[in-house]
């Protein structure tokens, strides 16, 4: 059984798949690793290659926000056979401009300081496209869990990305409704209607019929 290796988003974990069909495939969840002071993006992304033993010639990639960046930046010096991209970027130029970055920045300080209050969680379930109540309590618990430390260092990772290089073999989909990384800024394979930044989870039948079918 051939192998996937699946970088989650900035702040979520391998929960937000477990509605995607990704049967037929060994799944490697790779998950985050606590980043060292002052760590360079292209340093990390090498040691989380390292530590999950991911093949530099060959290897099946997803990648959810965050974890799409993650793939892009290893793309430049791995040889994927087929790479697979939600809700991300491939570039620097497919991240928004000065509103979402501050978009961007305003997760970062709400998350640390007062995640579960009400009007922080307004913010985030906006941000990310998370109408559905029983998703709502879901996307709480994920975002409690959110290590503020590593949110911050991604950050400053994100908002300071400059790759211009777009991995071969990619398929990108994207929802017309993600707030976070609008869609007028991606090149996008496949545009998912109404798909929000939390589409992994709540339009995951949407998604894993083009992706699976890309993958074979």
């Not at 991911?54 to 010096?77: D, H, R, T, W």
Request: net charge neutral; with cysteine.
């Amino acid at each position: 059984m051939e192998k996937i290796y699946v970088f989650s988003g900035l702040g979520a974990d391998r929960r937000v798949f477990a509605k995607l069909d990704l049967s037929g495939f060994e799944v490697v969840y790779v998950d985050w690793l606590k980043p060292r002071t002052s760590e360079a993006f292209e340093s990390y992304v090498f040691r989380l290659a390292d530590h999950y033993q991911i093949p530099k010639q060959g290897a099946l990639v997803l990648g959810l926000s965050f974890g799409g960046m993650c793939v892009s930046e290893l793309a430049k010096y791995y040889d994927f056979k087929k790479t697979v991209l939600i809700s991300s970027a491939k570039t620097k130029d497919e991240l928004p401009k000065l509103l979402g970055i501050s978009k961007w920045l305003s997760l970062h300080k709400l998350l640390p300081d007062a995640p579960s209050s009400k009007a922080s969680m307004k913010v985030l379930t906006w941000l990310f496209g998370v109408k559905d109540e029983a998703d709502q309590e879901f996307f709480k618990e994920i975002i409690q869990d959110t290590d503020p430390e590593f949110l911050k260092w991604a950050i400053d990772k994100i908002v300071h990305w400059e790759n211009k290089q777009v991995p071969v073999n990619c398929l990108h989909l994207h929802g017309d409704k993600d707030h976070l990384l609008p869609i007028q800024h991606v090149d996008y394979s496949i545009r998912i209607k109404g798909g929000g930044h939390f589409m992994v989870w709540n339009k995951a039948a949407e998604l894993s019929f083009p992706i699976k079918n890309f993958l074979n």
